[in-house]
């Protein structure tokens, strides 16, 4: 079964400085995706960031890069240059390619951004 | 334009009541998606419909209902409700599996179910 892990409850960053948020994943599957969700306080989940198991490059959108370690099946998301907006909930996510499509989800970790 | 929307947005009702929430998708998707979060903000899938055919039921009791009626709309029918069926509930969509998994899901806004 899969299992996401997040051994993060809680981070504190101060503004423009960059943040690394860890994600460990368990699967027996040899293709599959990770994910990365923000949640702010106002609750709606945003799709941050995709990486495929096959990917050879780590994934980045603007100022969000998946450090992709298959070996160590860590997927760390890394915000660079934090703003105060920032500050939510982040969820790290997978799927495999067993048909049911779902996403598992880590337990989160919350980000606080400091002035 | 919404892309994934839900109503209600909050639902307070008393134990033994029967509920609905409705979520549409305008992206031209095929696969919908129903997760629940409690109280510790941890997600778990529901259900998924894949063009109106049910392709995930977790163990979920069967006082939860989903209904498809066309691939743009997924429908939860929650029949009497529990105090502990107190969540938020998100409806998600995605364009289906890829090489590597699934592609992202977009979620809606979420309905914070209260069960008193």
């Known amino acids: 079964a899969q299992k996401i892990t997040q051994t993060q409850p809680g981070m504190f960053v101060q503004e423009k400085e960059a943040v690394t948020l860890d994600c460990t994943y368990d699967t027996s599957d040899q293709s599959y995706g990770l994910f990365w969700y923000k949640q702010p306080s106002s609750g709606e989940m945003i799709f941050l960031i995709y990486?495929?198991?096959?990917?050879?490059q780590n994934a980045t959108e603007g100022r969000y890069s998946l450090n992709f370690q298959k070996a160590r099946k860590s997927a760390n998301l890394v915000i660079s240059a934090s703003q105060l907006g920032d500050s939510a909930m982040y969820f790290c996510a997978m799927s495999d390619q067993g048909g049911s499509e779902k996403l598992v989800f880590g337990k989160g970790t919350k980000l606080t951004v400091n002035p | 334009d919404t892309a994934v929307s839900q109503t209600p947005k909050y639902l307070v009702t008393q134990m033994g009541n029967d509920k609905s929430i409705k979520c549409e998708q305008n992206l031209g998707h095929d696969t919908m998606y129903w997760y629940k979060q409690d109280s510790k903000k941890f997600l778990k899938i529901m259900f998924s419909y894949n063009n109106k055919e049910l392709i995930i039921n977790e163990t979920v009791p069967n006082r939860f209902s989903p209904k498809s009626p066309d691939k743009a709309h997924l429908n939860l029918h929650i029949n009497s409700l529990e105090l502990g069926d107190s969540a938020v509930y998100f409806c998600?969509?995605?364009?289906?599996?890829?090489?590597?998994?699934?592609?992202?899901?977009?979620f809606g806004p979420g309905t914070r179910l209260t069960v008193t």
């Open positions: 998600a969509s995605s364009q289906g599996p890829r090489t590597s998994g699934t592609y992202e899901q977009y």
């Open positions: 990486q495929g198991s096959y990917d050879e």
